[in-house]
């Protein structure tokens, strides 16, 4: 089977879920190699990587590389296709990782597809586009194909590989050292769950009504084990941080279940959620739009129905 290479997003030496469902998907197309750059690995990696499908693991341990950006990654990528001529390489659709993407067709003289939400036989590439209005279906017909994936379009499925370990060195170009990383600044999450890999994500609207009143997302959100997310409204608004933003021109989240508290269900927001497996929305206009796509809606104020739902989940 043709090896299908999968490069490895990772925090802090922890493999994150994104890279589970690219080997997930790189198993049914051929046989899944993962690609670490950056410092960090660690047995607990590679394990995880091994109990995901991969059968050889490419590990540049390396610090030089965390430190300069994205360019030695795509230095890197580049090596390995030229070196073992893979069928595909797979990226997450994150902004990192789309911007290696770039680099690497660039260094390979191949095409790229970004935003895919799953890939066919054929290495052919389903994409959404327009907001998530419309599917299309894509191949790259020149040089490897590096498609992105968007996190959370593909279940994960747990299955043995060999992982077996090859070390590979990369000698940076002047290019790629260029720009380096000159201090990391943690973001102060709290204990919540990352937004785009969370299982249940939380997210509040316009009709939350301030800033200060979103605590009250924040609280269902914290009894839930839940992310928060926000419309874009309330992030323009500067109510909640941007990072946090939901839709089009913010996030895209898939979780298990989505709750929606004042939010109307705009095009631009559906595009950023609408995969959630469950959808639940409360809003006081039983006519929003939002509850033409929901699997369970409220109509009522969500300042009165919020607080008998957390009262209600904290009694469980
Ligand atoms: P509104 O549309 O104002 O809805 C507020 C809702 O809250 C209403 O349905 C109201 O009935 C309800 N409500 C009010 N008070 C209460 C209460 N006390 N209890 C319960 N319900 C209440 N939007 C995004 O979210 N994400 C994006 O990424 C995004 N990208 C965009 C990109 C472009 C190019 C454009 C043009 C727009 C984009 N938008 C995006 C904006 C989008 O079109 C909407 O304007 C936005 O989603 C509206 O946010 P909202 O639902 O919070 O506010």
Redo the contacts with the bound molecule.
Sequence with gaps: MSEILVLVEHVEGQVKKVTLELLTLARKLGTPSAVWAGAGYSPEAKARLTEHGAEKIYVADSAEIADHLVAPKAELLAQLVAEKSPAAVLVAATAEAKEVAGRLAIKTDSGVLTDAVGIQDGLVAEQSIFGGGVNVRSRVTKGTPIIAVRPNSTPVEAAAGAGTEEQVSVTLSDAARSARIVERVKEEKGARPELTEAAIVVSG???V?SPEKFAVIEELADTLGAAVGA????TDAGWYPHEF??????KTVSPQLYLA??????I??RA?MQTAKTIVA????DD?PIFDFVDFGVVG???TVVPQLIDEIKKR
């Excluded at 508290?261 to 705009?266: D, F, N, T, Y």
């Design positions: 609207g316009r009709g009504g419309s874009r409204a309330v933003q939901v839709g089009q021109t913010g508290a004042g939010i109307s269900g705009a631009q927001h950023g409360i809003d006081k206009r929003a104020d969500l300042h």
